[in-house]
């Protein structure tokens, strides 16, 4: 059996469209989330097998050996997400299943307006088609994913004070995480955030760093960088007016992030 050892990618998650295919058994220290797109095919979870149809979702326990079969339509795909605690944060054991090593669900059952089968298909499309900054839409459905799935596994009395913390903080931090992604080129202060928010600044900088792994100005800086990054190949402005264009006060400031994110000065990048 093959052991994949945690996740140490560029991000803190792994996302997958794959068109068929067997894949050995495995395991690893993060969930599993295996959704059928189109067609059906089988995975075996703990030497037992089973069929996922268009629509069905297999939920699968850290550490749980799992193995993909043969597909059972010649056009199926299938997304697979993997996310572990770097992503998650506290969460993450709020979201491992209880009494089980994994669970189906079939979200074509499902009509809730924030729906899992409606995230999982736009994280699919997202991915066919690959635009502009594509990522972050990724990661912003995996938060969202991961958030339906906790409300849903503790949506009876058995949802624990602990637990029903951790799924404000998640829906509290998204609104700060938005701001990143549609007000980066913004002045941006802690104190706007947070009070944004509904946080005191120090209670803001410990819960998105928990919530996300990192911190508010670190996430907010490397956003800045990836679209500068696309600016600097995409077009011929100066570099001072693509560090004011996506949010720094100026070029100085703007090229010392820059070589600290990148490895590399801006105008080195460019050249490349």
């Known amino acids: 059996m093959l052991y994949q050892k945690l996740l140490e990618f560029s991000e803190p998650y792994f996302v997958d469209l794959s068109h068929g295919g067997k894949f ?5 220290p993060e969930i599993e989330l295996s959704f059928c797109v189109k067609g059906s095919y089988n995975i075996i979870i703990n030497q037992k097998e089973y069929t996922l149809n268009c629509g069905e979702l297999a939920i699968i326990n850290p550490m749980v050996p ?11 795909v299938r997304l697979t997400i993997e996310v572990g605690p770097a992503f998650l944060g506290e969460q993450f054991d709020a979201l491992v299943l209880k009494n089980c090593d994994s669970k189906l ?18 994280t699919s ?21 991961s958030a339906v799935l906790l409300n849903k596994f503790n949506e009876n009395s058995e949802c ?14 998204s609104r700060a995480v938005n701001m990143i992604y ?4 913004k002045q941006l202060s802690l104190d706007t955030v947070s009070a944004f928010c509904g946080y005191s600044k120090s209670n803001f900088c410990k819960t998105f760093k928990v919530v996300t792994g990192e911190s508010f100005h670190s996430m907010l800086n490397r956003h800045r960088i ?10 011929d402005a100066s570099i001072e007016e693509i560090a004011l264009s996506v949010g720094f006060l100026d070029s100085k400031s703007f090229c010392r992030v820059f070589k600290k994110i990148m490895g590399k000065n801006a105008g080195e990048y460019r050249k490349k």
Do not use: Q
Not at 66 to 76: T, V
């Open 160 to 173: 624990t004070e602990t637990v029903a913390k951790s799924l404000l903080n998640v829906e509290k931090i």
């Open 105 to 122: 669900l079939k979200l074509n059952e499902e009509n809730k307006s924030c729906s899992l089968l409606k995230l999982f298909l736009e």
């Open 226 to 235: 990836d679209v500068a990054c696309l600016k600097l190949k995409k077009s």
């Open 182 to 185: 549609g007000s980066y080129d």
């Open 66 to 76: 799992h193995e993909l079969g043969n597909d059972i339509s010649k056009d199926s």
């Open 24 to 28: 050995e058994e495995h395991c690893h």
């Open 125 to 145: 499309e997202i991915l066919m088609k690959k635009p502009a900054f594509y990522n972050i839409d990724i990661k912003g459905n995996i938060y969202k994913i």
